[in-house]
Antibody, heavy 123, light 110 residues
Framework: QLQLQESGPGLVRPSETLSLTCNVS??????????WGWIRQPPGKGLEWIAT???????FYNPSLQSRLTISADTSKNQFSLRPSSVTEADTAVYYC???????????????WGPGILVTVSS | QSVLTQPPSVSAAPGQKVTISCSGS????????VSWYQQFPGRAPKVLIY???ERPSRIPDRFSGSKSGTSATLGITGLQSGDEADYYC???????????FGTGTKVSVL
């Protein structure tokens, strides 16, 4: 059974770079059929897609966040990562990693999801 | 502000049916498939419906999806207390080049 697990700091200071990792078990991120994504949810608010990556390096970013984002994949560790830079309090959220089932934007869905990690940006 | 609009809340008695609408436009729902997610407080979302109306095998047939034009609908029949959760729609917006989630709907069982 495919499982995803996020890891990273619970607290970061404004202007710093956040480093989040999603470890994948029960399957490989080197699958030809799937992509891998990050979604976040500020406390008490809705969901926002952040970025998606294919294991060979193709990347897709939310245009509103793209200038501050780097998403990468490490096939040797079967994990993928997200690094938002210059964070502000507005980046405080639960960050989820999830499998993008097809990578074809017109007909994809996210399943399964990791349990999420709360990241607070505060001085 | 999401480009996909959902009612903030819907409610019904146990055993009844609720429907949740997701209203978009020709640049998102009108062109691409919709998926639906259920989220309990403090938990990660789980997919209920994908490709407008298909259900993962683990999802009971009380949950259904449909789409017409630029709107999609999630239906829940035989409402149970365990269905109390937040529900979100998701699709791709070709104009914004972004996956967009709906504003979310809280389902309450009276």
């Amino acid at each position: 059974q495919l499982q995803l697990q996020e890891s990273g700091p619970g607290l970061v200071r404004p202007s710093e770079t956040l480093s989040l990792t999603c470890n994948v078990s029960g399957g490989t991120i080197s699958s030809n059929d799937h992509y891998w994504g990050w979604i976040r949810q500020p406390p008490g608010k809705g969901l926002e897609w952040i970025a998606t990556i294919y294991y060979i390096g193709s990347t897709f970013y939310n245009p509103s966040l793209q200038s501050r984002l780097t998403i990468s994949a490490d096939t040797s560790k079967n994990q993928f990562s997200l690094r938002p830079s210059s964070v502000t309090e507005a980046d405080t959220a639960v960050y989820y990693c999830a499998r993008d089932s097809t990578g074809m934007a017109a007909n994809t869905w996210f399943d399964p999801w990791g349990p999420g990690i709360l990241v607070t940006v505060s001085s | 502000q999401s480009v996909l609009t959902q009612p903030p809340s819907v409610s019904a008695a146990p055993g009844q049916k609720v429907t949740i609408s997701c209203s978009g436009s020709s640049s998102n729902i009108g062109k691409n498939y919709v998926s639906w997610y259920q989220q309990f407080p403090g938990r990660a979302p789980k997919v209920l419906i994908y490709n407008d109306n298909e259900r993962p095998s683990r999802i009971p047939d009380r949950f259904s999806g449909s789409k017409s034009g630029t709107s999609a609908t999630l239906g829940i029949t035989g409402l149970q207390s365990g269905d109390e959760a937040d529900y979100y729609c998701l699709t791709w917006d070709v104009s914004l080049s972004v996956y967009v989630f709906g504003t979310g709907t809280k389902v309450s069982v009276l």
